[in-house]
């Protein structure tokens, strides 16, 4: 094994190791979720060297170089205000999702008029309007962290996968006997996850357009999908309460996550793949521990269902969002309540963390979306402008730009 280089990233804090094995370049990360500004660097670079054998003595210098460098971005501070800096009047009919690639330079909105659109972030300029879906495109997804590839998932019963650049169609995927609302590219690229109406979700090769598998075994539509960040396991979350987890090798289920009550509305792996958060129609959050399937605690306090969940990039915060207006932050390991999030007036339907993990976005039927601080609870920046609900909103991976989607048919780009 040969070490070629050192890859830096950010959110959430690593090294990424880029290799020759046998001829063939390879990539590993060294995860350092917990480096922290005040961590002493000699013992993170110690313990590297000491568990890595690609960081020989004459590597250590560097490694201590890149450990500094992400405590620099760890310490900036983040008081970002953000303006509105355009208003795309993106479709005919409303819009259904918005989503960036990686950099943020570019984006895409799914509508009820049957098309995607490409935009460009920062001129607000469409660059592509992808059509041929006969109906609703439901979800859509970049490939990232390329981003050259786009899918697309609809009512039609089909997924379409584009090129990013040109616009052009790849691949049909059909197989579905009732509507997509869901879909996922796994982290390497070569795989398209689409959940349906159908009680299924397949898996579609990116090359060839070939169905993979079909994953059988929920009683009622699948509406939650999402892989681990090794793309060895994927989620499914149904409307017959329960979420599934898949290994992606065999098609075979590993668990079924039984517990709640109601439809799942929401269910994601942390970063590190330690723990899955399923939100419910019931009322509650579920937090699981994969290897066992079991369930490790359950988040009450919501007076509504929740809608939406998410963790930080280190997966050490977990987020939920209601339809009683209000969201929480706990911490994901205790279970402890950190924050609420109270002021919206309508339902949030969309919560995220900015990249840092120092900002929280939440979206709302009451035409609005919300900045908070997740220690606090204090509300930073209320985001106004929409007149009607906002159903999507996103940070690009710098955290510096926001897009919000509306049932107005518009979407606000803030920055």
């Not at 005919?92 to 960036?100: G, K, R, Y």
């Not at 079924?256 to 269910?267: F, P, V, Y």
């Not at 402890?336 to 919560?351: A, M, P, R, W």
Request: aromatic fraction near 8%; proline fraction near 2%.
């Amino acid at each position: 094994m040969k070490l070629k280089r050192f890859l830096l990233r950010y959110y959430p804090p690593g090294i990424i190791l880029e290799y020759e094995q046998g001829g063939n370049l390879k990539t590993k990360s060294i995860d350092l979720l917990d480096l922290k500004v005040e961590t002493d660097v000699d013992a993170v670079v110690d313990e590297i060297a000491r568990k890595e054998p690609l960081i020989t003595a004459s590597k250590t210098e560097q490694v201590r170089k890149l450990v500094q460098r992400l405590q620099e971005k760890l310490a900036q501070k983040d008081d970002h205000h953000f303006y509105l800096f355009k208003v795309l009047r993106a479709h005919i009919l409303p819009l259904t999702n918005v989503a960036f690639n990686k950099s943020g330079s570019s984006f895409i909105t799914g509508s009820y008029d049957r098309t995607c659109k490409v935009w460009d972030t920062a001129s607000g300029e469409e660059l592509h309007t992808l059509e041929g879906h006969r109906n609703v495109v439901y979800a859509i997804a970049f490939n990232n962290p390329y981003g050259d590839k786009i899918a697309t998932g609809s009512f039609d019963k089909t997924c379409k996968l584009w090129s990013s650049e040109t616009g052009k169609c790849y691949h049909t995927f059909r197989g579905h006997s009732a509507e997509i609302v869901c879909l996922s590219f796994n982290p390497q690229s070569s795989v398209v996850a689409t959940g349906s109406m159908d009680t299924t979700a397949k898996l579609w090769d990116v090359q060839t357009g070939q169905e993979l598998v079909s994953l059988a075994g929920h009683s009622a539509e699948i509406i939650s999908l999402s892989f681990n960040s090794t793309g060895t396991q994927l989620i499914t979350g149904s409307f017959d309460h329960t979420v599934s987890v898949w290994d992606i090798n065999s098609g075979k289920r590993i668990h079924s996550l039984i517990g709640h009550k109601a439809e799942i509305s929401s269910a994601q792996f942390n970063w590190d793949c330690s723990l899955i958060a399923t939100g419910s129609m019931d009322k509650t959050c579920k937090i699981w521990d994969p290897p066992s399937g079991r369930c490790i605690g359950t988040l009450r306090g919501h007076d509504d269902e929740v809608l939406d969940v998410a963790f930080d990039f280190t997966g050490q915060m977990l987020l939920t969002a209601s339809a009683d207006g209000t969201a929480r932050c706990y911490n994901a390991v205790s279970h402890n309540l950190i924050s609420k999030f109270e002021g919206h007036e309508g339902e949030i339907s969309k919560i995220t963390f900015n990249p840092q993990g120092t900002s929280v976005l939440t979206a709302s039927s009451d035409k609005t979306a919300r900045l908070w601080d997740p220690e606090t609870g204090r509300c930073k920046q209320i985001l106004e402008g929409h007149t009607d609900e906002i159903f999507s909103c996103a940070f690009n991976y710098e955290g510096n730009t926001i897009i919000t989607g509306s049932k107005d048919n518009t979407c606000r780009i803030w920055r």
